[in-house]
């Protein structure tokens, strides 16, 4: 188990999934950088972001996932962690 003070997560999903059922999973707890992969079928941040913040969830809306990676790695400590998912295309963007 890895260790950290704070955990951001910059999260992006496609549109044929589940939004709602897929961030009951998530830690409530995290800083979120929503964002979306660069694709047609890509949902919107606003509806990835909406529900989150009914959950009790925060964080901001992106254009893109390079914008949420660097805005996480801009807030993050050395201490903290930041975990890249929701979609295996955001992680592809990133990689």
Aim: charged residues 20%.
């Amino acid at each position: 188990m890895h260790k950290f003070e704070r955990l951001h997560i910059v999260f992006g999903m496609m549109r044929d999934k589940a939004a709602e059922t897929i961030l009951q999973l998530l830690p409530s707890d995290a800083i979120y950088y929503f964002c979306a992969p660069d694709l047609i079928r890509a949902l919107p941040t606003s509806r990835v972001a909406n529900p989150a913040a009914n959950m009790g969830m925060h964080g901001e809306c992106y254009s893109s996932v390079k914008e949420a990676l660097e805005a996480a790695k801009k807030h993050a400590s050395k201490e903290d962690l930041i975990y890249i998912g929701g979609s295996t295309f955001v992680v592809a963007e990133v990689i």
